[in-house]
C-alpha cells in the first residue's frame, strides 16, 4: 500500500485546509492512459472503486490503476521558495 512521508502528510494537509476543502478531502490520484502518467488533484471524495489512505488526517485516493502502480511506493512532498508543491515517488523500504 502506498504510505506517506512526514512531508507528505504535512503538505497535503495543509492544501486541503487552503482550499477551504470539505472535510474528508484529499488529493487524488489517478493513471491518465492516454498520456502514461498520474495526475494529482485535490477532491472532496473518492470515487467509486478508489484506494482510500489516511494517515494522520491526510488522504489519497487512489484509482485502481494508481494503487497497484503505487503499491510499494512511499509518497513524497517539499515546497519551494516560490510556494510551488513538488511531489515525488520513491521505493517504500520493506521491513525486514
Known amino acids: 500500500m502506498l504510505t506517506l512521508t512526514e512531508n507528505a502528510v504535512l503538505v497535503i494537509r495543509d492544501l ?3 482550499q477551504a476543502a470539505p472535510e474528508g478531502a484529499g ?5 491518465d492512459l492516454a498520456a502514461g502518467s498520474l495526475t494529482l488533484a485535490l477532491a472532496e471524495q473518492p470515487v467509486q472503486g478508489d484506494q482510500v489512505v489516511d494517515e494522520s488526517g491526510a488522504r489519497i485516493f487512489l484509482d485502481a490503476d494508481a494503487a497497484q502502480l503505487l503499491d510499494d511506493k512511499a509518497l513524497d ?3 519551494d521558495a516560490e510556494g510551488t508543491v513538488q511531489f515525488g515517488f520513491a521505493e517504500n ?3 525486514v
Open 16 to 18: 486541503t485546509a487552503q
Open 27 to 31: 488529493l487524488r490520484i489517478a493513471t
Open 77 to 79: 512532498a517539499a515546497v
Open 93 to 95: 523500504p520493506r521491513p
